[in-house]
């Protein structure tokens, strides 16, 4: 019926017809200014791996002597052929995820990488389909959403790079024009790569931790087009991500936790938590290097096992330093639902009061409420307070070249100097007479090359080999950083240190010649 004015309320608004109205090519604007961190947006490229059935991963930066040049993301996924190429590069296109997917609204794909990137490229091939590819450009999208094609011959030859991890099928995602590579000053890109991967190490391990728990592989390479034999190139720096479970302690703050709870939440229903106390001090790396305690504090809620907000009270209350051993983990329902919601760059979720107030009613089975939990939660931490420590004398940490699960541990045993750049372990030339050699100058410790594959179980192991050797060196040598004058008692030191080293490789290399293992 057609509407007539009146002073009732209309609760619902009349209308007369309606119109589609395609989105303006100024809509790549903001699809490209959504905020994503580069952490949080390659984090949503794994996603779309996890989702395709990958289980490795392999993120590249490659770079050509002192320029970064590209980021790319390969797997071993399903693949799609060209329709599931067209489909994944449309703005706006729906898409049906399965209950368990880790995808949501369809736009992560496009909008994360074109935050960061001029150019973004998906090549593809499946069991049953040739490789093919299509390249993204924030000037594509301004020209009526134009996408190209990607020369088959080019997407063939990049697959073939990769062929140790794309074998039947899978899929490479490629960002040019990179806006933070592009910044880098000459002389920078050791350091920038550095704080890039382990910030990147670091956001992966722990957002995606009940995967990495699970057997999934990702893998973080550095590869230099410029150098290495005939032109190839070669690999600089290699790191395998490894989990951060922010639950991983092994024996907790208090007794009797981690407890269930149950919160009565309107229109959603029982909403199950799991609150758990850390050890007071803890240096676990779930702990300390996930980022401030007093920001991690707080809920922790998964989608289908992918962490989607790491701390935080949500509206419940402040955080405070006396709680900074309370983390609590929520699993989302399934179900779409009007109580908790999640933004589109899966960092945060929203809640509506009722989920607070359940939270406040909320019981374990012995009937003990979220509140007493609270109170333990404090109770650990300043029972902890009291514990007399021993302060370990701040070190210089490893860098580059040193295995990350070494750098971790060391990170959580001892104290870090402020302001010092790390030390970082190369493999080069130095004189016959010399097992290493220090550039003190530039934080470096370059091992004889000529050692390399006696300490190495002779196989080339990468950037990071040798792991026992190269810790052994790091203990001795830390405190040979980083100083003023050198004295001539810490140079009679190292060279010492070198005779018996030298001495050391040729006791094996006899044992080897003998037979003996």
């Not at 998906?122 to 590819?133: C, F, Y």
């Not at 509506?352 to 109770?379: C, I, M, N, W």
């Amino acid at each position: 019926m057609p509407y007539e004015s009146g002073a009732e309320w209309q609760y619902d608004v009349p209308t007369t017809g309606s119109t589609h109205l395609p989105p303006d090519s100024g809509y790549g604007r903001a699809l490209t200014n959504q905020g994503y961190g580069f952490e949080v947006a390659v984090a949503d490229l794994i996603d779309n791996s996890v989702d395709a059935g990958a289980d490795t991963i392999v993120i590249h930066f490659l770079r050509d002597a002192d320029r970064i040049l590209t980021l790319l993301v390969i797997d071993n996924g399903k693949g799609m052929d060209e329709e599931g190429l067209d489909a994944a590069m449309t703005v706006g296109r729906r898409r049906d995820y399965g209950t368990g997917a880790l995808g949501m609204y369809g736009t992560g794909l496009k909008a994360a990488s074109l935050s960061h990137a001029s150019s973004l490229t998906v090549v593809s091939r499946t069991k049953r389909s040739r490789a093919e590819g299509r390249r993204l450009t924030a000037e594509g999208i301004e020209d009526s959403f134009r996408c190209d094609t990607v020369d088959p011959r080019y997407a063939q030859d990049l697959v073939d790079r990769y062929d140790g991890v794309i074998e039947w099928h899978g899929t490479v995602v490629r960002w040019d024009g990179v806006r933070a590579f592009e910044t880098v000053a000459r002389g920078q890109s050791d350091q920038f790569l550095s704080k890039a991967i382990s910030r990147l190490e670091t956001h992966l391990g722990l957002y995606l931790h009940r995967f990495l728990q699970r057997g999934l592989k990702i893998d973080i390479a550095v590869w230099d087009v410029s150098s290495g034999e005939r032109g190839l190139g070669e690999e600089v720096d290699h790191i395998a991500v490894e989990a951060l479970d922010p639950f991983g302690y092994k024996v907790p703050g208090k007794a009797g936790y981690p407890r269930k709870y149950t919160a009565p939440v309107e229109g959603l229903g029982d909403v199950s938590l799991t609150a758990h106390i850390w050890p007071a001090k803890s240096k676990h790396a779930g702990f300390r290097q996930i980022g401030a305690l007093l920001d991690r504090q707080g809920f922790y809620f998964y989608r289908n096992d992918r962490l989607v907000q790491a701390g935080g009270w949500n509206n419940l209350r402040n955080p405070e330093g006396h709680l900074v051993l309370a983390r609590v983990a929520i699993d989302l329902p399934s179900y779409d639902n009007s109580v908790l919601s999640l933004d589109v760059k899966k960092e945060s979720v929203t809640v509506t009061p009722a989920f607070t107030l359940g939270v406040e009613k909320a019981l374990d089975d012995a009937g003990h409420t979220f509140r007493g939990y609270l109170d333990d939660a404090q109770s650990a931490y300043r029972d902890g307070a009291k514990r007399t420590e021993i302060v370990r004398k701040p070190v210089t940490p490893p860098g580059k070249g040193m295995d990350p699960k070494v750098k971790r541990v060391v990170k959580e045993e001892l104290p870090e100097k402020p302001g010092e750049e790390p030390i970082t372990f190369r493999w080069g030339t130095v004189p016959s007479d010399q097992f290493f050699h220090l550039d003190r100058e530039n934080n470096t410790v370059i091992l004889n090359k000529a050692f390399r594959e006696d300490f190495s179980d002779g196989r080339r192991g990468g950037s990071n080999d040798a792991p026992v050797t190269k810790t052994l060196l790091y203990l001795l040598l830390e405190d040979c950083f980083g100083l003023g004058r050198w004295e001539r008692g810490r140079q009679d030191r190292v060279d010492y240190w070198n005779t018996i080293l030298l001495a050391s490789v040729e006791a094996l290399r006899a044992r080897r010649e003998q037979g003996m293992f």
